[in-house]
């Protein structure tokens, strides 16, 4: 054998081991509590009833800090709810594409009896493998597609966006705010508007600086994107994106920004104003136990401050008391379900009508939000 | 005029990691070594540098550990080229996975861990100039650096003796072989100092422009720094200007959206790629350059005594 061909098979078996190495991690984790015998010998003479296996598949690695974290803080909510009457299970890092066909399909041969699925991309997916095993439960994180054993559930992040708003408004001296988007789709509008409605509900001056980055991680080009608003005259800035840079950024400059899917308080003190929260142990616990009940069926749910599953947290403290109260009063609203963010009237930033007055908005409206409200500045962008 | 200001010193910061990450694979090309592991050499410096700096609170620390991390695994990377000659290409994206991996992999515990407050660097007098104050003497010392290190590396392989060596070895090992000189321990050198330098370049963007370490925070800038040096036809100047020009349109490009021009963000979002190929595929547009200047054992592995 030629050696200069065996080195070169040498050097690619190593590039696909090094590739196969930093694929995705399996890891399974037994319920922390010890008070139950081991699950090994759960088939012993021991009338303990098998326990529900429950799986969930991300996006990120759990410590990403961001959209995987607080996925995974949900599913460690299950375990402390049910202790040994769940095994959960999750799979990280799973990439949007044919891998996670697989890997949704590898978790239901494996038993469990409801998969959580938790990005937009996993949709198609999680529909093709829901097809092949009828009597597996599959939930979907953010999407639409639904199917007999397959619902969706989703929240109400703008609940928050509209919070973060009323307290940047109050702190800005500029009267400009910054927004740094990832992509033009409804759910980032509906953040960029409810922000800047919440901003005006406490000062009328406001306008709100979008600039779209294209990705949703990307840490030095959140923190360019943040550097240009601040450049551009914003002084309050939050971002729906991943990571902490936006906020630290912010700090860097003397200016304030939000957390934004965790706490973000430690990161930057000073320039933390609030961290907006979501949380989805309340919906992971409800649905584990309408498995275990029996009482499952397919639907869509979305959910907010109402059910627990939204927050606006470590508000700092040079925000004004009176703001603070205010936001709680709002808090209040949503829990009663009278306040909306989205109550009319909305009108777009070319002055037409978007919900007449007094109006409610319809969740299929919110679904649909392709607009930026008055107060924002530009155009969203649409590709064309 | 400030929002101008403020636009060249974005762009100066914002083209700083890619010019010195860029330098550092010019010299290792320049030898006829072709890295594409400066994605993951980039990331292992940068959690590298982020480490020390959050244990020891110095930059210069920082640096120093995040070209000590890159020199590393580049010389990993060397012995397995240039001795047991593997294929170039398939190595350099096994550096850049196994990077990526291996930095996620030790970084864990420092994803949303904060640095030391940092303090503004102001170069004295100069500073407070209206305009070309702001513009370009507030920058953190490793921006001129940058500059000065290019500046360096067109008298070292342009004007010195050693510059010749290196990049007859990168033209023709043999013939340089037939001369007396180590081949392999010249391209091993210019491995490994180019490893340095995209070391160097990645404790920048998490020690100093981020700054904060979550996994994937060079994402991508690896690889556009690998094309920037062959845009640029292996020229230094040439790849402080693309760097420059790359950082400037990233940074135009914000601040139009800022400004609230209706132009769709996708097409924005384009924009530096396009800008920097074009204008450097323009400058560099001589086919007789682009020969002289590409090292023309690029890629290729050399045996001595075959």
């Known amino acids: 054998m030629n050696p200069m061909s065996r080195r070169t098979l040498m050097g690619v078996t190593a590039a696909a081991a090094v590739a196969a190495m930093v694929g995705c991690g399996k890891k399974e984790e037994p319920a922390p509590q010890a008070a139950a015998p081991a699950p ?19 996006l990120g690695p759990v410590g990403d800090g961001g959209w995987t974290f607080a996925h995974d803080q949900g599913r460690k909510a299950v375990e402390a709810e049910f202790g040994d009457k769940v095994k959960t299970t ?57 199917a007999p054993n397959m619902r969706v559930y989703d929240t109400r ?33 509906r953040n960029i508007n409810a922000f800047t409605l919440g901003a005006q509900s406490v000062n009328p001056k406001v306008k709100t600086k979008v600039v779209w980055i294209s990705t949703w991680f990307d840490p030095p080009k959140e923190a360019e994107a943040a550097q240009s608003l601040i450049n551009a005259g914003a002084d309050v800035l939050i971002q729906n994106t991943d990571s902490s ?68 947290i470590k508000i700092n403290d040079a925000v004004p008391e009176e703001i603070k109260k205010k936001v709680a009063e709002v808090k209040e609203g949503y829990k009663a379900g009278t306040m909306d963010p989205f109550k ?17 908005p319809t969740q299929e409206w919110k679904d649909k939000v392709d607009f930026y409200v008055k107060g924002v500045e530009g155009k969203v962008p649409t590709g064309k | 005029m400030d929002q101008l200001a403020l636009l060249i010193a974005a762009t100066l910061a914002s083209g700083t990691p890619l010019a010195i990450a860029g330098l550092g694979l010019l010299i290792n090309e320049k030898a006829g070594v072709l890295n594409l592991g400066a994605e993951g050499i980039m990331l292992v410096a940068a959690i590298a540098g982020f480490a020390a700096a959050f244990s020891t609170g110095s930059d210069t620390m920082a640096f120093i550990a995040g070209a000590g991390a890159g020199a590393l695994l580049a010389a990993a990377f060397g012995v397995l080229v240039i001795w047991l000659n593997t294929n170039q290409y398939a190595t350099g994206l096994a550096v850049s996975l196994f990077g990526y991996g291996f930095s996620a992999f030790v970084g864990v515990s420092y994803v949303g861990q904060k640095l030391s407050e940092r303090t503004p660097f102001e170069v004295p007098g100069l500073a407070q100039i209206p305009f070309i104050g702001p513009a370009l003497f507030r920058h953190h010392p490793m921006v001129y650096i940058a500059v000065l290190l290019i500046l360096a590396a067109m008298w070292f392989l342009y004007r010195s003796r050693a510059g010749l060596v290196l990049r007859a ?43 904060l ?24 100047l040439r790849v402080l200007f693309g760097a420059y020009l790359f950082g400037g349109v990233t940074m135009a490009q914000f601040a139009l959206q800022g400004a609230g021009v209706e132009i769709s963000s996708q097409v924005l979002a384009m924009l530096p790629y396009l800008a920097t190929v074009v204008v450097l595929a323009i400058i560099s547009r001589n086919p007789t350059w682009i020969r002289i200047n590409m090292p023309a054992s690029l890629g290729k592995p050399f045996h001595p005594g075959a």
């Open chain 1, 40 to 58: 090994a010998s759960a088939p012993a003479p021991a009338p303990a009833p098998e326990p529900l296996k429950a799986a969930w598949v991300y």
């Open chain 1, 90 to 146: 999750f799979v990280e890092k799973v990439p949007e594409s044919a891998d996670a066909e697989r890997v949704i399909r590898d978790l239901a041969a494996q038993g469990n009896k409801i998969i959580f699925t938790t990005s937009f991309g996993y949709m198609e997916p999680t529909l093709k493998v829901a097809a092949e095993f009828p009597d597996v439960k599959f939930e979907h994180a953010t999407g639409y597609k639904m």
């Open chain 1, 157 to 189: 992040f703008y609940q928050d966006a509209y919070l973060s708003g009323m307290i940047a408004g109050a702190m800005t001296k500029s009267n400009t705010l910054g927004f740094v988007g990832s992509f033009p789709i409804p759910e980032v509008l």
């Open chain 1, 245 to 312: 840079a936006v906020l630290q950024t912010a700090d860097k400059n003397g200016k304030f920004a939000f957390g934004w899917d965790s706490d973000m308080s430690e990161v930057a003190p000073k320039a933390h104003l609030a961290s907006n929260m979501v949380y989805w142990g309340p919906y992971y616990k409800k649905a584990v136990k309408d498995v275990m009940d029996g009482t499952w069926k397919s639907e869509r749910s979305v959910w907010g401050y109402k059910e627990g599953a939204n927050g606006v």
């Open chain 1, 344 to 360: 009319g009237p909305i009108v777009d930033n070319t002055g037409k009508e978007r919900l007449p007055k007094d109006e409610m």
């Open chain 2, 169 to 211: 070895v990168g033209e023709s090992p043999e013939s340089a072989h037939a001369l007396g000189y180590k081949v392999r321990w010249i391209r091993l050198l210019a491995v490994v100092a180019g490893g340095a330098l995209c070391g160097v370049a990645g404790a920048f963007l998490s020690v100093v422009y981020a700054p």
């Open chain 2, 213 to 236: 370490w979550v996994e994937g925070l060079v994402a991508g800038r690896g690889w556009i720094a690998l094309a920037l040096t062959t845009f640029a036809t292996w020229r230094p």
